[in-house]
């Protein structure tokens, strides 16, 4: 069993930045696949980025190509999602995920862990 914390979400105005953080217990993250998912209100959840069970193979999303960067952190056991040049349309929770597969992709359904989220919010 896989206990997710995410942390680092606020109030940012356009333009700046925020790193999220998703802390892990109960087993190591370096064993599995780990994304960033996030929804906005009365949309869909969708998915943002993910890193590979090996720490360096990533994924990203059209929408943060160039602006967000994944991370991840053994010693600390936490991934880490780094947002710069934030827009509105970024504002949304934000969660992370695990996946025991090793081969998980952009689908939630991929996914068998999940944090309670972070709200991020991005003011004009």
């Known amino acids: 069993q896989v206990q997710l914390v995410e942390s680092g979400g606020g109030v940012v105005q356009a333009g700046g930045s925020l790193r999220l953080s998703c802390a892990a217990s109960g087993d190591t993250l370096s064993t599995y696949a780990t994304a960033w998912f996030r929804q906005a209100p009365g949309k869909e959840r969708e998915f943002v980025t993910l890193i590979g069970w090996n720490g360096y193979s990533t994924n990203y999303a059209d929408f943060v190509k160039g602006r967000f960067t994944i991370s991840r952190d053994d010693a600390k056991n936490t991934v880490y999602l780094q947002m710069n040049s934030l827009k509105p349309e970024d504002t949304a929770i934000y969660y992370c995920?695990?996946?025991?597969?090793?081969?998980?992709?952009?689908?939630?359904?991929?996914?068998?862990?999940w944090g309670q989220g972070t709200q991020v919010t991005v003011s004009s």
């Open positions: 995920a695990t996946a025991l597969s090793g081969s998980a992709g952009t689908y939630g359904e991929d996914y068998d862990y």
